[in-house]
């Protein structure tokens, strides 16, 4: 079976939970991931938007195999702001992402005294993130077309990590209608905890 994640707005503080959108709580000597982009001749880093954070304990109870971590807080960061409807510097588009549009990260233990919120603001020190969602867990079927981790993959001999399809909550479409965000990953990469052999596709 694979896991479903549902998504709530809620006013409970999520600070070390699993979460969708906001700011992700990591700690002090993990970077937040940027993209190299060029635009107009000039080069820069480009944050990449913070997906989700995924407290593993909160998944443990749904996955008796052990392919998952059971502890600690995974983190998915992609570049999907043309598909949030921002403007974008990235130009990734179905099919398999050029490398560097994901990013997932992992810390083995989580610390409510170490760890800190890593926020995006402006010029003004106004919030760029969209409202925090609480995350929940639940078993669905493997071929369930939700925001799931397991379950069928698009690509053979790859497990599906997690698997985002165009969703109004999350406000997120991806072209043509009926396509996924797919982050993808081979079983032993992600036993040995390998995260920057995952990818991204859309499909």
């Known amino acids: 079976m694979a896991i479903n994640l549902s998504f709530n707005r809620t006013e409970r ?69 043309r598909w949030h409807g921002y403007e974008s510097p990235t130009t990734n588009g179905a099919g398999e992402w050029a490398k560097g549009n994901l990013v997932v990260k992992y810390a083995k233990a989580i610390n409510f005294e170490t760890f800190n919120t890593c926020m995006l603001t402006d010029d003004d020190d106004q919030s760029l993130t969209d409202p925090e969602l609480e995350i929940t867990f639940s078993q669905c079927a493997d071929d369930a077309d939700v925001c799931r981790i397991l379950g069928d993959s698009v690509e053979e001999g790859l497990l599906n990590f997690l698997r985002i399809p165009s969703d109004q909550t999350l406000e997120l479409g991806f072209e043509p209608d009926g396509k996924a965000l797919n982050i993808l990953i081979k079983e032993s990469d992600l036993k040995f905890g390998n995260w920057k052999k995952s990818k991204a596709v859309i499909k």
């Open 13 to 81: 503080i999520l600070f070390c939970a699993s979460k969708w959108w906001g700011d992700p709580d990591m700690p002090a000597n993990m970077e937040y991931p940027t993209i190299e982009v060029t635009e107009d001749g000039e080069t820069y880093d480009y944050p990449l938007t913070f997906l989700c954070q995924i407290n593993c304990e909160d998944i443990a109870s749904f996955d008796p195999e052990g392919k998952l971590p059971h502890e600690g807080m995974l983190y998915f960061f992609a570049a999907v702001d």
